[in-house]
């Protein structure tokens, strides 16, 4: 079974800057996609930033230039570089794997626990 294992949350200034890390094990095939989401209180679920197997990258507009997805050699560690942060930002991040290439949350069957993130003004 493919679990995923996020850290690296915390809180931070108006913009200063955090890197989260996502552990993927128990697999066979590393999954086709993993993706960053991020849930503020009383939203969606909204997805950030994917990157496929082969490295390849996929983002929601309000992050472009801001954020920075990749992930280690082995594949099986996704990171989320987040820059400029503001507190439009906060929320509950999530790291997620699917098995096609989409931001859309209805589609991930499997999740970690998440890890908070918190900007203050």
């Known amino acids: 079974v493919v679990q995923l294992v996020e850290s690296g949350g915390g809180s931070v200034q108006a913009g200063g800057s955090l890197r989260l890390s996502c552990v993927a094990s128990g697999y066979t095939l590393r999954p086709y996609i993993i993706t960053w989401f991020r849930q503020a209180p009383g939203k969606e679920r909204e997805g950030v930033a994917g990157?496929?197997?082969?490295?390849?990258?996929l983002y929601t507009d309000s992050v472009k230039g801001q954020f920075t997805i990749s992930q280690s050699d082995a594949k099986n560690t996704v990171y989320l570089q987040m820059n400029n942060l503001n507190p439009g930002d906060t929320g509950m991040y999530y790291c997620?794997?699917?098995?096609?290439?989409?931001?859309?949350?209805?589609?991930?069957?499997?999740w970690g626990q998440g890890t908070q993130v918190t900007v203050s003004s």
């Open positions: 997620a794997a699917a098995g096609i290439k989409t931001l859309s949350a209805k589609q991930y069957p499997i």
């Open positions: 990157i496929l197997r082969d490295g390849s990258t």
